[in-house]
C-alpha cells in the first residue's frame, strides 16, 4: 500500500509565498517521477510542475519564473515552492507521483489535495 500526503496549503494574500510538502510511503521500491497538479473550481484539473530528476523537469507556463519544484529522494518527498501567488493561482493542488512497488508493480497514486486560497 502506497500513501501520499500532502501539506502546506493554506490562506495567502497576493503576492505572497507558500511551500506545499507531499510525502509518499508505504511498501515502496521506487519513485519515477513526482509532480503536482491543481484543479480551480469549475475547471479542470492540470498539471503544475513535475519532477523526474534535477535535469528533467517541467513546469506549466502559467507558474514558470514563480514557482520551484524539488524532491528529496531519502525522505520520498516533492516540495512545491509557490512565490508571487496570483489569485489565479487559487484551487486545490495535488501531489502525484509515479511509484514501483516493493513488489515490482507501477502504478500512478495521488494524494488527497490541499486548498490554496490566494486573496486579499
Known amino acids: 500500500q502506497v500513501q501520499l500526503v500532502e501539506s502546506g496549503g493554506g490562506l495567502v494574500q497576493p503576492g505572497g509565498s507558500l511551500r506545499l510538502s507531499c510525502a509518499a510511503s508505504?511498501?515502496?521500491?521506487?519513485?519515477?517521477?513526482m509532480g503536482w497538479y491543481r484543479q480551480a473550481p469549475g475547471k479542470e484539473r492540470e498539471l503544475v510542475a513535475i519532477i523526474v530528476s534535477t535535469t528533467n523537469i517541467n513546469y506549466a507556463n502559467s507558474v514558470k519564473g514563480r514557482f520551484t519544484i524539488s524532491r528529496d529522494n531519502a525522505k520520498n518527498t516533492v516540495y512545491l515552492q509557490m512565490n508571487s501567488l496570483k489569485p489565479e493561482d487559487t484551487a486545490v493542488y495535488y501531489c502525484k507521483a509515479g511509484i514501483t512497488s516493493s513488489g515490482r508493480y507501477s502504478a500512478q497514486h495521488w494524494g488527497q489535495g490541499t486548498q490554496v486560497t490566494v486573496s486579499s
Open positions: 508505504g511498501s515502496i521500491f521506487s519513485i519515477n517521477y
